[in-house]
């Protein structure tokens, strides 16, 4: 359940505070928040895009089928990571599926509001542009990664870039990855099948660089990854 406003909600989101108190105002008249459980799916690739959304909190995974009806998962959603801005200059289908992985926050802004607030505000077009081109440039990193890396290297870089983004500093020294990572989540991550992932994650463990079980991931030497 949601007990905190939209207007509350929305300011969780740090481009909020580069809008106007006219164009937060508009916003909100037609925003949507979404309090989601794990697993379920915000919108799908065959969806009309009505809104772009703003991941509050939790975590999502992009995925998109394949001409053989294979899923194939894109990327991970973090904190505070746009979803839809593709659609900004061509509205249309969203073209990939999005679900949640962990309870998650969504905070969905009408795309036509959005639109005319990014040709008019320089200084949130470029803090938005900003936020795109990261995830671009992270996208074109995993991208390469997967077509000219091996299967352990494809496995090394996720973990790695799992204990940047989502992980926590045990009193140990340790670094835990916050969310559950199961064997099917890494395999989907990485074009790995679940058996490659076992055999990978039970040789790193041996090499005492990591420790899995039943989800739980924490890391001993990132630096050796």
Known sequence: MIERSSSEIAQLWGLWHYLTPLEQS????????????KFHVLFDEHEESVFLHILISGRLKITKTEDDDKQVAVCLMRDGEIIGEHLLDNP???G????????SLVLSLRLYVIRSIVCENAAFCWEF???????????????????????EQRLRTFLKEMAQYDSRKLATGDIEIKI???????GDMTATSRQQVTILLQKLEKRGLLRYQRRRLVIYRVDLL
């Open 129 to 151: 542009s900003r936020l795109v081109l990261a995830r671009l440039r992270r996208a074109e990193e995993r991208m390469l990664n997967y077509r000219f890396n091996r299967t």
């Open 26 to 37: 508009t916003l909100l008249q037609s925003a949507k928040v979404q309090s989601l459980p």
């Open 92 to 94: 249309g289908r969203y």
């Open 180 to 186: 559950p990572l199961s064997q099917a989540l890494i």
């Open 96 to 103: 990939y599926c999005a679900t949640t992985i962990d309870d």
